[in-house]
């Protein structure tokens, strides 16, 4: 148990279904899906008034586990487990901290790779396309099963942050605070050819034979193909020069087409280890949905006017796949609606990755930030 | 309390929306929050700051002055505040003539180039003058604009920019003989002459 000091500890993965027969839930592409499981993850105590809540919604390829451990001998605690836990940013001494699994994923949560209760068959392609906007409208049913009103903040990074903003947009009365990392109104033409770019190497594996592969085999090549694009993205030049170099793998230089240098093996490890714990439909179904989100121009407020909700936007220097200027177009609509808001662009050498890497910083604007907004809203009350 | 805090303190309307150019650490704005009950913005350029800022509960913008000047609608805030920070910015009329687009009014904040003992130094040592306004050597100053009182009227004169008070500083009360040459700080509210 020493490796859970300074954690949360042991978390079990909890699940709420709902839109069960005759209830299903309409999506934003006009479809409707039920029944809809969402797998999610609780940290700290919700106090009397349930008042301290937070929303924690995961980047593309994360899941409900967020913080702690699951087992006794588990290795690798949740993925934000820096900043999770007693006495860390999200404080689970004073917080109680949820983690939703998004709608389309593949972590306990329905997506293309549950079974089609019409045909008793994984959905693959039959799965409906989902937004960002449907990941939302399954949190808020999570939050209203928890009893919680109105959430002290939402927070992501990444496409956690999309989700951070749809809230704004979706729910502008029910959260006090937003935190967006490392995020977008919506996607440039760069991060949508990045992301058909990844869908294409999952659909030219002949393996992945038009999603119906459940079962049968696993179009491992294309999903790993894909995630190495992806991690490429996640760094930056500077960051793959500190950890890789032109490092070999072995003493000299082989003359042929097997991994020769560190960032070729790190690359192909990452994208075997991704394989074993991501379906490839997901993988589709996800990235799309990033594309299709767009808060742009008056969206994220749809209902006009201002909102009564503090901000803290976070962005990082040598993020090439989320650049700065993304987060300052962010900045840029809540200062046209004079809503109150803390921008800061952390220098980093990390790329994209930095959200997940730069503790201490995040930590202390993330700390005081929410500190302020309880005061605010105690003062509120 | 720092003698400009003190008056900016005092200048302001209670419950105000300011924005704070080039904020610093947060101090002044978070003194205003706390005394004068204001709402509103700080912008810094500094990252250190910025979480200093963060620290004391002020909202702060991580950006140039310029740019966070962009984007707010006319008439934003009753105040927008440049202490000590509008002779580190290069395009001064394009800045003031912005604040006094989103702000009602301006308190602008400078050092006094013509203190008499920056005129001494530079008299007699024939180096760039070192002083308690303008600490920094001519090789590390932050300041790209080096102005006296007398140079800061004129230029709100030729802008079509009101002066509404002028208060010179020394370091531990006002100075009200031969500003321009007693004074180190002067402190300027402004409002548009159109407005």
Redesign the interface.
Known sequence: MDNFQNSVGLVEVQSLTFAEPPDTLALASGKSLGPITIAYETYGTLNRDRSNAILMTHAFSGDAHAAAYHNESDKHPGWWDSMIGPGKAFDTDQYFVICTNVLGGCAGSTGPSSINPETGKPYALDFPMVTIVDMVECQRHVVDHLGIDKLLCVTGGSMGGMQTLQWVASYPDRIHAAIPIATALKHSPQQIALDEVGRQAVMADAEWDRGNYYGKGLPRKGLALARMIGHITYMSDKSMEDKFSRNLKDKDLSFSFIEDFEVEGYLRYRGDSFVKRFDANSYLYITKAMDYFDLSGDLLFPHGGTVDI?F?VIAFGSDWLYPAYQS?EI??LL??R?V????????STYGHDAFLLEIE?ET??IK??L??TV?LVQKGK | MRLDHEIIVGLIRPGSRVLDLGCGDGTLHALLEKNNKTRGQGVELSETCVYHCVEKGVSVFHSNIENGLQGYPDQSFDYVILNQSLQEVKNIGLVLNESLRVGAKAIVGIPNFAYWDARFRLLFSGKAPVTPSLPYNWSDTPNVRFMSLMDFKIFCREHEIEIEKTLPLGVHHRISFWPNLFAQNGLFLLKSIHS
């Open positions: 503090r803290l300052r900045v840029h200062k046209t004079g109150e808001a803390t921008y800061c662009e952390i220098k910083e202390h604007l005081h930030f500190d302020k005061q």
